[in-house]
């Protein structure tokens, strides 16, 4: 059992930045890909980041791109996401998963997520 909670999000204008973390309970954290989703009003989740277990794989959407950047800290059991350059249009809920599969490229945005945490507010003015 995996316990996620997300948090650093809030408000900003449009070309800032902001740095989302999950920090996640279990001594299992190591061994499960982590990604990030979001999910705007009307919309349908979607895949934003992921990264595997070691870190040493990523898989960007093609809006994230060039933007944001994925990492995770496997002592903190904490995964992150850097978003910089933020449009009105990345305005969502982001959460944050945990899978239990293996992952490489955009494999990562397709298997199944175990784990999800409640996610954080994320809103870009114009």
């Known amino acids: 059992q995996v316990q996620l909670v997300e948090s650093g999000g809030g408000l900003v204008q449009s070309g800032g930045s902001l740095r989302l973390s999950c920090a996640a309970s279990?001594?299992?954290?190591?061994?499960?890909?982590m990604g990030w989703f979001r999910q705007a009003p009307g919309k349908e989740r979607e895949s934003v980041a992921a990264?595997?277990?070691?870190?040493?794989?990523?898989y960007y959407s093609d809006s994230a791109k060039g933007r944001f950047t994925i990492s995770r800290d496997n002592a903190k059991n904490t995964v992150y996401l850097q978003m910089n350059s933020l449009k009105p249009e990345d305005t969502a809920v982001y959460y944050c998963?945990?899978?239990?599969?293996?992952?490489?490229?955009?494999?990562?945005?397709?298997?199944?997520?175990?784990?999800w945490g409640q996610g954080t507010q994320v809103t870009v003015s114009s």
């Open positions: 998963a945990a899978s239990s599969y293996a992952c490489s490229g955009y494999t990562c945005s397709t298997i199944r997520y175990d784990y």
């Open positions: 279990g001594r299992t954290f190591s061994t499960y890909s």
């Open positions: 990264v595997s277990w070691t870190g040493s794989r990523t």
